[in-house]
Antibody, heavy 115, light 113 residues
């Protein structure tokens, strides 16, 4: 069974750094892209970017380029989304998804940024 | 970027009645490989989204056959033949033909009258 299991909720202050994770199982991790989707409170879905764990090829939405970093460690079947300096506007639910086909979703990681 | 426009924003439906959601793209979603990468997702309250339909009209495993997708080029439709209580939620279309980025429609909220 394909599963994407994300790390738990985070509460951070503006200016702090953060790295959240997404662990894939039930499939060959290096054969599928892993993407990240943002959902701000009460809003729709926004695609942020994607990584191919097999060779770390990474692409970003222009809206998120330079704002976040996507990475992966194929040895532990885990993809990451990180911020170097959080803002209050980064408060959102973040989902990892499998592939450009987006056939599987993680359970989401709620990130709250507040002073 | 390809802009995906959904309508209506909100769709009140009587149980057992049909529902239809429209999704239009700012450019054709036909890929050079001949496929059209248009997906539909359902997000029930408090849950992660799940994919219902891929490549315009293919239902995912476990998706009831009351859900169907159709369309071509720039115009697409998701239909629910007879709405059930468990269908309440927000529905999104998404294109994966012209990427990056993948782009989602703004969502249609389906509720029971």
């Amino acid at each position: 069974e394909v599963q994407l299991v994300q790390s738990g909720p985070e509460v951070k202050k503006p200016g702090e750094s953060l790295k959240i994770s997404c662990k894939g199982s039930g499939y060959t991790f290096t054969n599928y892209w892993i993407g990240w989707v943002r959902q701000m409170p009460g809003k729709g879905l926004e695609w942020m970017g994607i990584i191919f764990p097999g060779d770390s090829d990474t692409r970003y939405s222009p809206s998120f380029q330079g704002q976040v970093t996507i990475s992966a460690d194929k040895s532990i079947r885990t993809a990451y989304l990180q911020w170097s300096s959080l803002k209050a506007s980064d408060t959102a639910m973040y989902y990892c998804v499998r592939g450009k086909i987006v056939d599987y979703w993680g359970q989401g990681t709620l990130v709250t940024v507040s002073s | 970027d390809v802009v995906m426009t959904q309508s209506p924003l909100s769709l009140p439906v009587t149980l057992g009645q049909p529902a239809s959601i429209s999704c239009r793209s700012s450019q054709s979603l036909v890929h050079s490989d001949g496929n059209t990468y248009l997906n539909w997702f359902q997000q029930r309250p408090g849950q992660s989204p799940r994919r219902l339909i891929y490549k315009v009209s293919n239902r995912d495993s476990g998706v009831p056959d009351r859900f169907s997708g159709s369309g071509s080029g720039t115009d697409f439709t998701l239909k629910i033949s007879r709405v059930e209580a468990e269908d309440v939620g927000v529905y999104y279309c998404m294109q994966a033909t012209h990427w990056p980025p993948l782009t989602f429609g703004g969502g249609t909220k389906v509720e029971i009258k």
